[in-house]
């Protein structure tokens, strides 16, 4: 959320960088456009300034402590979020050098007959020089965004066959809905179950005289 307002706060601006940057030639109407700009920001209330500078410091500081966290965790989102806090604070330097420094010296009002005045040059390459911090801003703050992306991402848990055929609407097959079942095993009663089977007494006596069947033997042994 944080990063989302960041980045709208700095896609207000391209009303007055675009013909900065993109229009050639250069034309003085839009650098007088951009300069009539910023010197209605540069007199902007002292709350706007520190509302903006207030959700910078929270998401220099959320990605710190996720960093920080997914660190101690050993967890592989450390990269995402130490990326993030490689562009949060390229994005505070840019801002507290660059960009607030050069607003503060645009003067409200502006002075009648600004191209006639000996600060025209100055003013002219001031905006220019907003306008290329403006584009770097947004370029970091879409990366910022392109990492908690990845960082979700690799953070959500993988899904099984059968969900992701739901996702896209395909009807799974049947040895998919349904895992195999397996045979139970067959009793040991029943000899051919098993290589290895209990020596009855009637087989051992079979194996001593395979010529005389067991009924026979009886017969020997009434006699």
Not at 85 to 111: G, K, N
Not at 127 to 143: E, H, P, Q, S
Not at 200 to 220: A, C, F, I, K, Y
């Amino acid at each position: 959320m944080t990063v989302c307002f960041l980045l709208g706060t700095t896609f207000t601006h391209w009303i007055a960088d675009h013909n900065v940057l993109w229009r050639f030639p250069l034309t003085s109407e839009a650098i007088l456009e951009s300069i009539t700009y910023y010197s209605l920001l540069s007199a902007a209330p002292p709350w706007m300034g520190w509302v903006y500078v207030g959700v910078g410091a929270s998401a220099l500081l959320s990605s710190g402590g996720r960093g920080v966290k997914g660190w101690r965790g050993m967890n592989g989102e450390m990269l995402f979020d130490g990326g993030s806090v490689v562009l949060l604070a390229a994005i505070t330097y840019t801002q507290i050098f660059d960009v607030f420094p050069t607003i503060s010296l645009l003067p409200s009002p502006l002075p009648p007959n600004v191209q006639d005045h000996p600060t025209y040059p100055a003013l002219a390459t001031a905006v220019r020089d907003l306008a290329l911090d403006n584009v770097m801003t947004a370029v970091m703050l879409t990366g910022v965004m392109l990492l908690q992306a990845g960082r979700y991402y690799a953070k959500r848990p993988s899904s099984s066959p059968v969900s992701l055929m739901a996702s896209a609407n395909i009807t799974p097959p049947p040895d998919v809905l349904t895992p195999p079942q397996s045979k139970p095993p067959s009793p040991l009663t029943e000899r051919s179950a098993t290589p290895f089977r209990e020596l009855t007494r009637q087989v051992g006596m079979e194996l001593r005289d395979p010529t005389v069947s067991s009924p026979n033997r009886r017969r020997h042994r009434k006699r």
